[in-house]
């Protein structure tokens, strides 16, 4: 009876203002500026007469907008519903070409279609970069107008199930932005819920997520929406909060551990994901689309079929790859044990997100003590981390990140010294091996605050900002070593970068060589990484196909020189000055 009711309701507001049987009708259309900046939302209000009940369902009225840019490229762009104060559909886009641009929308309903006039609007120059994209060397990323992208950041979660409001506050991303975060992940309520029904958008949640966006756009910092938190899909796996299906909709209509191969399921999401795309595609702002947190945390893995949950996955990301106008990057993660390394999603997302959680299967001291240690945990740590970032370098050929990592599982307890050190080590070994993006720690909160956002996040970031990541060519992992502890360094055409460590010692004094260079001079820059800032700039000479430096001792005087136990580097080849016109050979004649 209460369904039944909800429905009327909606027959009521939906129908008052149209005659049944009329065809739709556009009665205005609101744009927020007659001009806006290149990569910068443009945004149409219409107000409509159409007969439908459900908002939210394209089968029963479907806003559609083309966007012609001044090159003559056409753009087919959703609308979508938008209740706030009063029933209003929106448009949303982003425009990729400065000039004069048209566009024209279209309403239809089961009585037939109504189209607007052409109108315009102008795109001017920006200080905007863009959406993020893949760059040409399938490592790393940049921006729609070239510049390159390193992600500096981590797990920032808005609420677990709160709606209109967030724990994301503005004053904290000020901070965050100062240190050098340039990116934060966040989970989010499904937008179906037991209120809103199936095929319903709750518009609290939706809301929240344009605030997120705004948040993010304002600051030049990027997003990086999780859709599906594993907890939502599990109804019996992990226990505690990591149960909240019982607070998703879906159950009306399929078990949990069926959620995955229901057609029924199927039919309701791809309508879900099209809102997702006409609501939030247009921000240059949205990371990506974390399609799936922790697959295997769900019964639809564990109890139902985990090739069905592959399939599923897929399915989503096929649907964003052929939908998204923007093409947003996809990514999706099994949970961080050893064993769980989840080589079709890593093949078929944008991004191969793997998770790492440190006691949950690899090689870890667990004696609870270092002195009976075989390998001292900072060791085994970052060697963890640089060993599936190389997993992920070797077998798929596109930009490798670690999806989540740290929150606990560790062999040091958050707001430990030793944590810190974990922390930082992970930062290093993971952009020494390749990562595209520093670890998505978990999670942004008063219990892990001490130990995150602190100055390893400002000097990763300083040292990152002067790499063109999405410009190198030729890349490789590098041959390297070092006298006593570990090192890890990426090679290319341009540079080499890296990071050498030894946590039971001091890494001064200690010599680095890297096999299979060219011949000639290099210029080697020493980063002091706890420090955040270059040493003393030397010159070195390539040497039977290698190179090979020594990490100076820095002696502590009234200010504390210490370089520690790790440090990173940046080597460039020194160009061979060409020789001056008089010395030059004549050219040979050539001759027939």
Request: aromatic share 14%; charged share 20%.
């Amino acid at each position: 009876m209460l369904k039944l009711k909800f429905i009327l309701t909606w027959v009521i507001v939906s129908v008052s203002f149209v005659t049944i049987g009329a065809p739709p009708e556009i009665i205005s259309i609101r744009s927020n500026a007659d001009s806006v900046g290149l990569y910068d939302k443009f945004e149409a209000g219409l107000n409509i007469k159409a007969e439908f009940v459900n908002p939210f369902n394209p089968d029963e009225i479907d806003i559609g907008a083309t966007f012609i840019a001044p090159s003559g490229k056409r753009w087919n762009v959703n609308g979508f519903y938008n209740y706030s104060y009063a029933s209003i559909w929106k448009v949303r886009f982003s425009a990729n070409e400065t000039g004069k641009w048209q566009y024209a929308i279209k309403v239809k309903d089961k009585n037939g279609t109504a189209a607007s006039e052409t109108k315009s609007f102008t795109v001017v120059k920006s200080a905007y970069n863009g959406i993020l994209k893949v760059a040409a060397n399938k490592r790393y990323l940049e921006y729609k107008n070239g510049t390159p992208f390193y992600g500096v950041g981590f797990w920032y979660n808005d609420a677990y199930t709160g709606f209109n409001t967030g724990q994301v506050k503005p004053e904290e991303l000020d901070n965050l932005k100062k240190l050098g975060v340039n990116f934060i992940s966040t989970y989010i309520t499904p937008l179906e819920t037991l209120g809103s029904g199936l095929g319903r958008y709750d518009q609290n949640i939706s809301g929240r997520i344009d605030d997120l966006l705004k948040l993010c756009e304002d600051r030049d910092m990027q997003l990086s929406l999780n859709i599906w938190f594993h907890a939502f899909l599990s109804e019996t796996v992990w226990g505690g909060g990591n149960i909240r299906w019982f607070t998703n909709p879906y159950q009306q209509i399929t078990p949990a551990k069926d959620f995955y191969r229901s057609t029924a399921a199927w039919d309701y999401q791809e309508k879900l994901y099209r809102y997702f795309i006409a609501r939030w595609g247009y921000s240059r702002s949205l990371l990506s689309w974390f399609i799936i947190d922790e697959v295997n945390g769900t019964d639809g893995w564990a109890s139902g079929d985990s090739t069905m949950a592959f399939n599923w996955a897929k399915n989503i990301h096929d649907y964003f790859k052929k939908n998204d106008p923007y093409q947003h990057l996809t990514t999706g993660t099994r949970s961080g044990g050893n064993k769980e390394f989840w080589h079709e999603g890593y093949q078929t997302f944008d991004l191969a997100a793997r998770e790492i959680y440190e006691a949950q299967g690899f090689a870890m001291n667990r004696t609870g003590t270092m002195d009976s240690a075989t390998v001292h945990p900072l060791a085994q740590s970052y060697s963890i981390y640089a060993g599936e970032v190389s997993k992920l370098w070797n077998g798929y050929e596109k930009p490798a990140i670690i999806g989540e990592s740290g929150w606990d599982h560790t062999f040091y307890e958050p707001g430990m010294p030793g944590y810190l050190a974990l922390y930082h080590n992970a930062l290093w070994a993971s952009l020494g091996s390749g990562a595209a993006m520093t670890p998505f720690w978990w999670a942004f909160s008063n219990r892990l605050n001490d130990n995150m956002v602190t100055a390893q996040i400002t000097g990763v970031r300083k040292f990152t900002d002067e790499i063109p990541f999405s410009k190198l060519t030729n890349l490789t992992k590098a041959d390297i070593s070092i006298s006593n502890g570990e090192a890890y360094a990426i090679k290319s055409n341009e540079i080499i970068f890296g990071w050498a460590a030894n946590p039971t010692t001091d890494v001064a004094g200690k010599t680095v060589k890297i096999k299979g260079m060219n011949a000639g001079k290099y210029r080697l820059r020493l980063y002091h990484t706890w420090r955040g800032q270059y040493l003393d700039t030397s010159e070195i000479s390539s040497s039977n196909s290698s190179i090979s430096f020594s990490i100076p001792v820095l002696h502590m005087g009234g200010n504390a020189n210490y370089i520690g136990q790790d440090i990173a580097f940046v080597i460039d080849p020194i160009p061979v000055q060409p020789a001056d016109d008089k010395t030059k050979l004549p050219r040979k004649k050539q001759t027939k």
